[in-house]
């Protein structure tokens, strides 16, 4: 079973960047469909961007052209970099590992963009 934990959130101005990472230990994060969800104050929780398979990305509406997925197999570590943010990015962000039906989540990383 992987485990993950996330690091890399925090406060920014809007229009700043910020990378999250999520290092994966237990197992390897390619026998996982690896991505990033996010869940903004009092709303659900959201997908916000996955590698789907080898060279291959999917990114929501809101973050497409704004927010890039990457994982570094030799560290066992995917990231999100996330450029020109908004107020609307801020929620916790929350890395996942999907295989076979389940589902499994870092404790999350708090991003809160606000001047």
């Known amino acids: 079973q992987v485990h993950l934990v996330e690091s890399g959130g925090g406060l920014v101005q809007p229009g700043g960047s910020l990378r999250l990472s999520c290092v994966a230990s237990?197992?390897?994060?390619?026998?996982?469909?690896m991505g990033w969800y996010r869940q903004p104050p009092g709303k659900q929780r959201e997908l916000v961007a996955r590698?789907?398979?080898?060279?291959?990305?999917y990114y929501s509406d809101s973050v497409k052209g704004r927010f890039t997925i990457s994982a570094d197999n030799a560290k066992n570590t995917v990231y999100l970099q996330m450029n020109s943010l908004k107020s609307e990015d801020t929620a916790v962000y929350y890395c996942?590992?999907?295989?076979?039906?389940?589902?499994?989540w870092g404790q999350g990383a708090r991003v809160t963009v606000s001047s």
């Open positions: 237990g197992s390897n994060i390619n026998l996982y469909h």
């Open positions: 996942n590992a999907f295989r076979f039906g389940d589902h499994y």
């Open positions: 590698l789907t398979s080898i060279d291959n990305t």
